[in-house]
């Protein structure tokens, strides 16, 4: 199916109506154009299962939606147990309580600030690890060299859906006894040689933000192919309860809803459409861009699947004649609202940097690269290809010309 016919009427929005220049103090779109508008590709169905959950009156605390979705995810990942949680955060949370982390725990400061929060909110020390700048994802020589008596595990993140190095990191993890987890926000329906992520590591967690291609307004779940492990999940997520309604352990309260469930599920029926639509745009914006000096587009390495819910620019500003920032700021004043994602590392945020208690700064040149670097342009439902189109044309004219 041709992915546009997927956006609804509703979706399409104001048309997409560019203005053929900036011309006075009109920007180039007269609706704002965001990283991360919700796709919500079918309202009727998702109407319909929220009517029946009301008229069920059964709205959280693993009702009938809440365990399709996380069938349907089961299936869709290949991993032998998934638990939705009411956002990816507390599934992240979750997930390094119920596998007993302590002390220190390896994780890149290139990641969105909840990967590192989340380790922190549960008492453990990050340590900050750096990436490969050409893939974003941890270097497995630079953790191999952070691992101390008191590391008990390692995060990876897949950063915009790139898999990371599993099996270099596997090696480590078991070569030092480490727990081995993933941070698979950005990495539903991605694989890396024929393997989905969701089977990598100890478990790995999903998020299902409004902000994520597939959304259920906020939710997420933990992945894992260790039954024991999911038990402790399910009783965490659940106040500790345990199948007899006895409390087993502490837990918390980091359940999924009806009504996220309900969200959720219908955006999961039209993941490949949503896929498609993402990459109709990633190659709009490929052939858009293509020939600026200083300028490209991060494309998924060899044995990579990717679901190119981000579109990644890389500005070369010793090339180009603007900084990123300076780019960024000309994509605002166009109603292009681009991100930074991520800027700053998570090492130099004040929570952290302010912190020598719980983070000694290392050099991450690696980090701070990339950083400078990326811009995440819009994409999904909400953007029209012709809006692509004349995203590429502003950039081009922001940044054609060579600095020199
Ligand atoms: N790990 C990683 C690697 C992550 O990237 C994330 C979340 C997590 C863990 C944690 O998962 P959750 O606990 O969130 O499930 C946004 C999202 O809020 C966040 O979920 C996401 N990563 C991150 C990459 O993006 P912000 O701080 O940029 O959010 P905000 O409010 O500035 O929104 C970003 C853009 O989205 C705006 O341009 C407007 C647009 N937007 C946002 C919302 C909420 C919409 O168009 N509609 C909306 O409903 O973090």
Redesign the pocket.
């Known amino acids: 199916m041709q992915a546009t016919t997927h956006e609804t009427t509703a979706q399409r929005a104001t048309p997409g109506r560019p203005n053929p220049g900036r011309s006075g103090d009109r920007p180039a779109f007269d609706r704002p154009l ?5 796709n919500i590709p079918d309202r009727r169905r998702l109407f319909e299962r929220i009517e029946r959950a009301l008229d069920r009156g059964w709205l959280t605390n693993n009702g009938p939606l809440v365990r399709e979705f996380e069938e349907r995810l089961r299936r869709f990942t290949g991993a032998a147990h998934v638990l939705a949680t009411s ?3 507390t599934a992240l949370e979750v997930l390094c309580r119920a596998r007993g982390l302590s002390g220190e725990v390896i994780v890149p400061s290139f ?2 600030i ?2 590192v929060h989340a380790l922190q909110w549960q008492g453990l020390t990050p340590v900050f690890a750096d990436i490969d700048p050409e893939t974003g994802t941890l270097d497995p020589d630079h953790v191999q060299q952070l691992i101390t008596p008191r590391t008990s595990g390692i995060v990876g ?1 897949h950063l915009w859906g790139r898999p990371c190095r599993v099996d270099a990191l596997q090696r480590i993890a078991d070569d030092h006894g480490l727990a081995l987890l993933y ?1 698979a ?2 990495a539903l329906g991605c694989e890396l040689d024929g393997r989905a992520v969701g089977g990598f590591g100890d478990g790995e967690i999903f ?1 299902f ?3 994520k291609f597939v959304n259920a307004f ?1 939710g ?1 779940a933990v992945a894992t192919n260790d039954p024991e492990l999911a038990e402790r999940v399910a009783r965490m997520r659940n106040f500790g309860f345990g199948p007899g309604r006895e409390v087993l352990t502490c837990g918390t309260n980091a359940k999924m809803n009806e009504i996220s469930a309900a969200m959720g599920l219908t955006a999961l029926e039209n993941i490949d459409e949503i896929i498609a639509a993402n990459v109709l745009r990633h190659d709009h914006y490929q052939a858009g861009l293509a020939g600026i000096p200083g300028v490209r587009l991060r494309t998924p390495g060899t044995g990579e699947h990717n679901n190119h819910q981000y579109v990644v620019m890389e500005i070369d500003s010793t090339v180009t004649r603007v900084h990123r920032d300076e780019l960024l700021t000309t994509l605002h004043a166009e109603n292009v ?1 681009a ?1 930074k ?1 991520f800027h700053p590392g998570v090492h130099r945020t004040p929570a952290y940097a302010q912190r020598p208690d719980v983070h000694q700064p290392l050099p991450l040149p690696g980090t701070e690269a990339l950083a400078e670097r990326v811009l995440v342009l819009p994409s999904g439902l909400a953007v029209s290809t012709s809006d692509v189109d004349r995203i590429c044309e502003i950039v081009r004219s922001a940044v054609g010309r060579p600095a020199h």
């Open positions: 965001h990283v991360g508008s919700p956002n990816g955060t990641t969105y909840a990967t993140v941070d926000a950005h998020s933000h409004a902000t906020e997420g609202f991100q994602y």
